[in-house]
């Protein structure tokens, strides 16, 4: 190879270099403000009597909207398990988007359904629905049939069959806790301004989930879903909560989120030809708000949890992250406009750059970084000295950043009850810096590429499903083929 | 020198070098961070345990106090001074379930120790000015009632909004006067759960919340929210003062709950205001006064509600159909809903809710 190549490779070397700097110190800054926002949220969180509040009539309506797509593995149980929720009115809407299995004869058989009459206070544009459903055992229990036009349009479809003010999107293999309603609705009893709050979404492998509840928190056994709890509790903990201490939340997960309804709807809805459709929503609303001038909260909550189930093989894990990263390549290029643009504050000015740059942009710098790196050193080119600094930049500043959240974890809410769980997840802040990081950067960047080449759909997510006084064990266990 | 080092090779060594350092102190506290950690659990984990044997002991010694509470003093001395602060968070949290006789023997076990919590009441960090507050206006009011309306004025709305909820206690209106001058400062909070607040007093609450209605130098947000706590009690007197409001129509928000409440308290001479609010251009006016004529209007206003549920707003739809249930019409209902008219799905689905269908 010529010397112009290596030239080329040197350069690059120094910019992926630079770009860790950049990134680290970014993850750093936030995991900082983390620290202080959760502080003050917990003490806020003891202040505040939250029985009181709902005894005193203070609980808006909330309607659970879930869209569910072959999910007759797991349809039930979830169903069962929002049914026991503890909120003093909340419906639960089943958007059945065209399954192919038999999902809404399952729900039909379990919860006793027939055809009600539920007009729409909405008309954003769906698939046409076939038929709307209530059920007879739990008149707050509603299945809306439709034709298949993914999750955004099942989510719509929801939408305009909502009656309350505020709805909760979640998806239907989503296990929320017993408080997680009330928890999550107080931004909105507080601040009338709130038009959307997130809560943190948490890993069930390897927990024991009783009758819909997860009962005891364990890690998994599977090394793939280990880590991804670790990147949960970066991403929430440390990533969602500093954010939100700025003022600049861009992200909701699709998995968990509390929205107004109307301001939804004014907003135009789910986009459907996304699948970062989660995201893009949340974008949209900043959007929507300050060009109105409307003054606006969307807070991130941090203790209301959802429980979901993560994969665990590498095919299915990899779909997973090309499809959030071709979300987010179409969240954030479709509102390009907000970038470093004052009319969006800090939304504009902070997070977009920082979502655009090192998130977006960023896995293709990291993913060709890694292999630079590695072909500067395998050819003998590479400084000792260079060598050492992308290290200590590339990998141990992740390890103090993985250790600093399962810290935040630890000083907050102490999911894990065995000390060997917590230094099992120090390990492995110290383990997923070898292999697991990069392959996640590759996923990522192939994510950023297919988008840019106009690739859409989600790929196929294999379910396993919770049961009823399932063990922790055959939680964790991998599905055959 | 080889191909890779540009010209300026001291300055990137010095660079590199520093990076390198600073990443190593940084690992070294992330270790120094882990390790604090494990610490930490072991703490949490040993108060966990202490507080739990703590709280079997205070149970034990509350159920005592409840069954023989002239033995409260002498049940009191087995809590000790240190454990003051830790020993009214756990009343707090039995006050929260209980009433009556055995709320007034709790707020006897706390009574030594709430001096302590007047002192966290101007701690400077705002979660223990609130907790404070808490604790005092649930386990020491009257005693310390001084200190919890000091806390309306609190520069935290959330110090504040913990006073005004815990002065709204039933059947002590005193200080109602005061919570209603300071409700502006909860604008952004939830109104259903401030008007519910201010209904806790009880009927005692009704003569200051009827003078606020009526003040037309009063905030509309407040009169608003005073105008929906009255339609909770349901507030007989208040009929003449939400007239008033109808009449004046400055605040649609204010209007529509003023609506509201004549739909709950409003006489006959009252359906002449409503029946001439259904055609208001504000779709919250038409929703409360086609309900509120349910309720007051006679059988010449059906003709009316079964206008209504031809009203470009669903909502306002609704609440015609909600209307005609109220005034006893569910056969003109069921006589809609099997029309071919477009809304006859929505009347369809009101007597569905009510279980007609």
């Given at each position: 190879m010529t010397e112009a190549f290596w030239s080329v490779v040197v350069v690059f070397n120094w910019v992926v270099l630079g770009y860790f700097v950049v990134l680290s110190l970014s993850y750093l800054a936030m995991t900082a403000l983390s620290f202080g926002a959760l502080r003050h949220y917990l003490v806020r969180l003891r202040s505040f009597d939250l029985d009181d509040f709902f005894a005193t009539g203070g609980a808006p309506p909330v309607t659970l909207i879930a869209p569910a797509y072959d999910e007759e593995a797991t349809c039930v149980e979830s169903v069962r398990s929002l049914l026991t929720l503890e909120y003093p009115e909340h419906e639960i809407l089943v958007v059945n988007?065209?399954?192919?299995?038999?999902t809404l004869e399952r729900l039909g058989e379990a919860f006793n359904l027939r055809p009600a009459p539920r007009l729409p206070t909405a008309r954003l544009e769906t698939e046409p629905i076939r038929q709307v459903y209530q059920s007879r055992r739990h008149p707050n229990l509603w299945v809306v049939d439709k034709e298949n036009g993914g999750k955004a349009d099942a989510l719509n479809a929801g939408l305009n069959h909502c009656w309350t003010p505020l709805f909760c999107a979640i998806d239907t293999d989503t296990l929320l806790e017993r408080d997680a309603l009330t928890r999550i609705v107080r931004p909105f009893a507080e601040d009338s301004r709130t038009v959307a709050a997130g809560g943190i979404i948490r890993i069930a492998n390897g927990c024991r989930v009783r009758h819909g509840q997860v009962e005891e928190v364990r890690l998994p056994d599977n090394l793939l879903a280990e880590f991804q709890v670790l990147e949960y509790l970066r991403a929430f903990l440390a990533g969602r909560m500093g954010w939100d201490a700025l003022n600049a939340p861009l992200v909701i997960s699709g998995a968990f989120g509390m929205f107004r309804r109307s301001t939804v709807v004014a907003a135009g809805g789910y986009a459907t030809d996304t699948v970062g459709e989660d995201m893009e929503l949340v974008v949209r609303l900043h959007r929507h708000c300050r060009e109105r001038g409307e003054e606006y909260r969307i807070p991130f909550v941090p203790d209301p949890v959802a429980w979901t189930e993560c994969p665990e093989t590498l095919g299915v894990l990899g779909r997973q992250r090309d499809r959030w990263q071709r979300g987010l390549f179409q969240s954030l290029t479709r509102h390009w406009r907000m970038l470093l643009n004052p009319r969006y504050g800090r939304v504009g000015l902070v997070a977009f750059p920082y979502f655009f740059l090192l998130e977006m942009l960023g896995p293709v710098i990291e993913a060709l970084g890694y292999g630079a790196f590695l072909l500067t050193v395998l050819s003998g080119r590479a400084e000792p000295l260079y060598v050492i600094g992308f290290l200590m930049v590339a990998v141990v500043l992740g390890v103090v950043l993985s250790v600093a959240a399962v810290g935040l974890e630890e000083l907050t809410f102490r999911r894990y009850p065995r000390l060997r769980d917590v230094l099992r997840l120090f390990w492995l802040s110290v383990v997923e810096n070898f292999g697991y990081r990069q392959i996640s950067a590759w996923w990522r960047m192939k994510g950023t590429i297919s988008a840019l080449r106009g690739r859409e759909g989600w790929g196929e997510m294999v379910r396993k499903g919770f049961s009823a006084e399932e063990d922790a064990a055959s939680i964790g266990a991998t599905p055959p083929g | 020198m080889g191909p890779f080092v540009p010209p300026d090779g001291d300055l990137r060594t010095t660079a590199l070098v520093a990076l390198s350092l600073a990443a190593g102190v940084l690992f070294l506290l992330a270790v120094g961070f882990a390790a604090y950690t494990v610490v930490l659990r072991r703490r949490n984990d040993a108060r966990a345990i202490r507080r739990e044997r703590l709280e079997a002991r205070w149970e034990e010694l509350v159920l005592a106090a409840m069954d023989r509470p002239e033995k409260v003093e002498e049940l009191r001395a087995g809590v000790e001074a240190s454990e003051g602060l830790a020993f009214t968070d756990y009343l707090l949290s039995v006050a929260r379930r209980i009433r009556g006789r055995e709320l007034e023997v709790v707020e006897d076990l706390a009574a030594p120790f709430l001096p302590t919590v007047v002192e966290e009441a101007d701690d400077a960090e705002v979660g223990r000015r609130a907790r404070a507050i808490q604790v005092l206006g649930t386990l020491g009011l009257p005693e310390y009632e001084a200190e919890v309306r000091a806390a309306l004025d609190d520069p935290s709305p959330l110090v504040a909004i913990v006073a005004a909820r815990r002065l709204c206690r039933p059947d002590e209106p005193d200080s109602l006067p005061a919570v209603l001058a300071t409700?502006?400062?909860?604008?952004?909070?939830n109104h259903h759960f401030l008007s519910n607040m201010l209904a806790d007093v009880g009927s005692g609450a009704a003569p200051a919340l009827r003078r606020t209605l009526a003040d037309r130098g009063v905030d509309p947000w407040v009169r608003r929210v005073s105008a929906e706590a009255l339609a909770v009690l349901a507030d007989l007197e208040a009929a003449d003062p939400a007239a008033d409001v109808v009449r004046d129509d400055s605040d649609p928000e204010l209007t529509a709950a003023a609506l509201e409440l004549l739909g709950e308290v409003g006489r006959g001479e009252h359906v002449g205001l409503v029946r001439g609010r259904i055609d208001h251009d504000d779709s919250r006016i038409r929703s409360r006064a086609l309900t509120a004529l349910g309720k007051l209007g006679g059988e010449e206003d059906r003709a009316l509600l079964i206008r209504g549920l031809?009203?470009?707003s669903p909502w306002v739809a609704k609440h015609a159909a909600h209307g005609l249930l109220e005034a006893g019409s569910s056969q003109l209902l069921e006589d809609f809903a099997d029309s071919e008219h477009s809304r006859s799905e929505l009347a369809n689905q009101v007597l569905h809710e009510a279980d007609r269908r």
């Amino acid at each position: 190879m010529t010397e112009a190549f290596w030239s080329v490779v040197v350069v690059f070397n120094w910019v992926v270099l630079g770009y860790f700097v950049v990134l680290s110190l970014s993850y750093l800054a936030m995991t900082a403000l983390s620290f202080g926002a959760l502080r003050h949220y917990l003490v806020r969180l003891r202040s505040f009597d939250l029985d009181d509040f709902f005894a005193t009539g203070g609980a808006p309506p909330v309607t659970l909207i879930a869209p569910a797509y072959d999910e007759e593995a797991t349809c039930v149980e979830s169903v069962r398990s929002l049914l026991t929720l503890e909120y003093p009115e909340h419906e639960i809407l089943v958007v059945n988007d065209g399954s192919t299995d038999g999902t809404l004869e399952r729900l039909g058989e379990a919860f006793n359904l027939r055809p009600a009459p539920r007009l729409p206070t909405a008309r954003l544009e769906t698939e046409p629905i076939r038929q709307v459903y209530q059920s007879r055992r739990h008149p707050n229990l509603w299945v809306v049939d439709k034709e298949n036009g993914g999750k955004a349009d099942a989510l719509n479809a929801g939408l305009n069959h909502c009656w309350t003010p505020l709805f909760c999107a979640i998806d239907t293999d989503t296990l929320l806790e017993r408080d997680a309603l009330t928890r999550i609705v107080r931004p909105f009893a507080e601040d009338s301004r709130t038009v959307a709050a997130g809560g943190i979404i948490r890993i069930a492998n390897g927990c024991r989930v009783r009758h819909g509840q997860v009962e005891e928190v364990r890690l998994p056994d599977n090394l793939l879903a280990e880590f991804q709890v670790l990147e949960y509790l970066r991403a929430f903990l440390a990533g969602r909560m500093g954010w939100d201490a700025l003022n600049a939340p861009l992200v909701i997960s699709g998995a968990f989120g509390m929205f107004r309804r109307s301001t939804v709807v004014a907003a135009g809805g789910y986009a459907t030809d996304t699948v970062g459709e989660d995201m893009e929503l949340v974008v949209r609303l900043h959007r929507h708000c300050r060009e109105r001038g409307e003054e606006y909260r969307i807070p991130f909550v941090p203790d209301p949890v959802a429980w979901t189930e993560c994969p665990e093989t590498l095919g299915v894990l990899g779909r997973q992250r090309d499809r959030w990263q071709r979300g987010l390549f179409q969240s954030l290029t479709r509102h390009w406009r907000m970038l470093l643009n004052p009319r969006y504050g800090r939304v504009g000015l902070v997070a977009f750059p920082y979502f655009f740059l090192l998130e977006m942009l960023g896995p293709v710098i990291e993913a060709l970084g890694y292999g630079a790196f590695l072909l500067t050193v395998l050819s003998g080119r590479a400084e000792p000295l260079y060598v050492i600094g992308f290290l200590m930049v590339a990998v141990v500043l992740g390890v103090v950043l993985s250790v600093a959240a399962v810290g935040l974890e630890e000083l907050t809410f102490r999911r894990y009850p065995r000390l060997r769980d917590v230094l099992r997840l120090f390990w492995l802040s110290v383990v997923e810096n070898f292999g697991y990081r990069q392959i996640s950067a590759w996923w990522r960047m192939k994510g950023t590429i297919s988008a840019l080449r106009g690739r859409e759909g989600w790929g196929e997510m294999v379910r396993k499903g919770f049961s009823a006084e399932e063990d922790a064990a055959s939680i964790g266990a991998t599905p055959p083929g | 020198m080889g191909p890779f080092v540009p010209p300026d090779g001291d300055l990137r060594t010095t660079a590199l070098v520093a990076l390198s350092l600073a990443a190593g102190v940084l690992f070294l506290l992330a270790v120094g961070f882990a390790a604090y950690t494990v610490v930490l659990r072991r703490r949490n984990d040993a108060r966990a345990i202490r507080r739990e044997r703590l709280e079997a002991r205070w149970e034990e010694l509350v159920l005592a106090a409840m069954d023989r509470p002239e033995k409260v003093e002498e049940l009191r001395a087995g809590v000790e001074a240190s454990e003051g602060l830790a020993f009214t968070d756990y009343l707090l949290s039995v006050a929260r379930r209980i009433r009556g006789r055995e709320l007034e023997v709790v707020e006897d076990l706390a009574a030594p120790f709430l001096p302590t919590v007047v002192e966290e009441a101007d701690d400077a960090e705002v979660g223990r000015r609130a907790r404070a507050i808490q604790v005092l206006g649930t386990l020491g009011l009257p005693e310390y009632e001084a200190e919890v309306r000091a806390a309306l004025d609190d520069p935290s709305p959330l110090v504040a909004i913990v006073a005004a909820r815990r002065l709204c206690r039933p059947d002590e209106p005193d200080s109602l006067p005061a919570v209603l001058a300071t409700l502006h400062r909860f604008r952004t909070w939830n109104h259903h759960f401030l008007s519910n607040m201010l209904a806790d007093v009880g009927s005692g609450a009704a003569p200051a919340l009827r003078r606020t209605l009526a003040d037309r130098g009063v905030d509309p947000w407040v009169r608003r929210v005073s105008a929906e706590a009255l339609a909770v009690l349901a507030d007989l007197e208040a009929a003449d003062p939400a007239a008033d409001v109808v009449r004046d129509d400055s605040d649609p928000e204010l209007t529509a709950a003023a609506l509201e409440l004549l739909g709950e308290v409003g006489r006959g001479e009252h359906v002449g205001l409503v029946r001439g609010r259904i055609d208001h251009d504000d779709s919250r006016i038409r929703s409360r006064a086609l309900t509120a004529l349910g309720k007051l209007g006679g059988e010449e206003d059906r003709a009316l509600l079964i206008r209504g549920l031809a009203d470009e707003s669903p909502w306002v739809a609704k609440h015609a159909a909600h209307g005609l249930l109220e005034a006893g019409s569910s056969q003109l209902l069921e006589d809609f809903a099997d029309s071919e008219h477009s809304r006859s799905e929505l009347a369809n689905q009101v007597l569905h809710e009510a279980d007609r269908r």
